[in-house]
């Protein structure tokens, strides 16, 4: 059984009251007793010595047994004691309680305790149980003397029940007394208790808060003791604690911000493989979710062996370790991967691997590289062919009246595709360097629309092509309007180009809700679907030597891009093999 | 004997291709013009030419690709390649030469080196024959 502390606290104090009461009436007890039982012997030796002087004065009643026997009785009566007169051979002469007949046939009585003392010349004193009462009764004795010889010995008995009756009263005033002062005292201690508890309750109620974790909570002690310095300590560590739980919960936001805000992907790995933490680039790169992960091995999440190895090399040989690596997860890609073990008293115990998605700048890498490569087959191409016709003329052709004309006009158109093409590299260089300033202002749509389709209307009417346009009236667009002009010139140039014989050339425009959309359709070939995706790189051709054939830079829709792009817009292009294509951009309103 | 060799241009611009073929043919070479990779393995295949003046950056098949072609093909032990690339890189012309180019010309090219390379190989092609006729 739990006893509180509360009930401890009580039963002790009732304890302690319950053994100071006890002793106190223990003793008060036995001093009273002996009291008592010593004033009734005084006074029955006093009374005796008053009798024993009425016998004394008249020796000779003591053979008057009639005469004793009243003189018993009536005392008797008086003094409320038994009265025994005995003569010095221990023959009771008179007994007041007991009749006159039957005094003779009492026994002897010269060898009680008492009477033995009494004829010795001193007072006998016996408690004794009486058979002839069936009581506990106090004899007294003492020697009837006359000139110094004892001639009988004067016997009091007193019942002692009545001493009894006495402290049997004062014992009940005790015991009373007892059980009143321990409930008042269980009333007080209970209230004293409370008072003492209620603290200390107070304290385990807001520690156990504190062992749940919640450290907001403080406890309400204004006193001054050891109760109240308990109280105060205890706020003093939930407060410090909950201090350095906001600076450590802080500092792991920070932390974790930092770790998830990072482009480049982050594994932290135990000395096993197994995975610790990843960050959000990492679930992004390959597709995983971090919950899922957490303790398991790296291979069994990331199926990557080459990274797996490189992490458990860098942590068996204690070095950082960076290799560019080729990920196979839906698309091609190539990171940059960075393994530092980690360490903690000089012993691995773990690792971070940095991975770094370097697909965009090895994809842009390429594109320069083949964009170098492709301008400088552009402009030697056609230097080539300039080149060599104007060696073949000074060397003699010039003489070749049928060739030589020939030869100029090919040099010519040969310079005239340099001219262009180093234009439009210019433009392009200018627009990806973002040095161009537009002088943009707000136009008609449709004025300029109709200006481009009249400057087409020959090249047009040459192929046969019918070339329309329907905008509505009042549309206005905000841009530079000689670069909107260079990319419709660009789209309808392209339109016609490609065209076949008898087809047609639309240009329309969609209102969307923020944005104006200008359409330019034509019934061409179409684009091969593999094409679309690259069709707006510079210098992509789908058909490269008709491209050429007709005049073709390779940079038209490149510029297009550029042009709307840097006007906020966008290019796109819908087309079906063999029906046609649908080139649009957006401007924004 | 210099116009018994069977020479192929391979080029896809025109003008150039024409170019080669007018001077080499005023120089009194037979030479036939091709445009393209695909027409020019054909070509190599039907027949076996002695000098090839080749392109690198052909569409459909590349210079590379027909250069290893020829290598593979055993009538061609006696052939030369001749290459004419707007290419300038060493790498390339490496490429090439382990491929079995004989000559690397970067366009633009000069017009006289290409033809005296082309006389020049021609006639160590007939030395070669009178040394076996011999």
Redesign the interface.
Known sequence: MRISFKLKLILSYLFLIFISLGFIAFFLDKNLEEKSLQEIKTSLINEARLIESNISAVPSVLNNSTYLDKLSKDLGLRIKSRITIINPEGKVLADSGVSFQETANLENHLYRPEVIKAFKGQIGQEIRYSSTLKIDMLYLAIPIKNNDINIGVLRLALPLTSVQKVLFVVRKTIIVGLFFTLGLAFVLSSILAKALIGPINRIIYTSSKFAQGDFSHRIFQSSDDEIGKLAATLNKMAQDIEEKIREISTKNQHLEAIFNSMIEGIIVTDSSSRIISINHAIEELFDIKRTQMRGKFFLEVIRNSEISELINNAMGSAKFISKEVVLLISAQKVAQVNVSPVFEQDKVIGSVTVIHDITEIRRLETIRRDFV?NV??EL??P???????V??LI?G?LEDKE?SLNFLE?IN??VNRLDTLINDLLDLSHMESKEIVFSKNKFGLSGLVSEVVLGFKSQAKKKGVELSFELPQGLEIFADKSKIEQVLVNLVNNAIKYNKEKGFVRIYSEQLADKIKIIVEDSGSGIPIKDIPRIFERFYRV???RS??LGGTGLGLSIVKHIVELHSGSVGVESTEGLGSKFFFTIPR | MTNDKKIIIVE?????NN??A??LGKEGFTVEQV??GVSAIQRIKEDVFNLIILDI?L?GINGFDICRQIKDDPRYYRSFIVV?S???REQDKLYAHLLGADCYL???????NLLSAVKEICASLDKEYVVENG
């Open positions: 490569a400088s087959h030697k191409t230097l080539t062919s300039i080149k060599g016709f060696e073949t060397e052709a060739n090919i158109k040969h058909d490269k030597a050429r054939e | 896809d611009d025109e003008d150039i170019l080669l007018y001077n445009f393209d950056m569409p004419i707007a290419k300038c970067t366009k633009p090219f000069n017009l006289a």
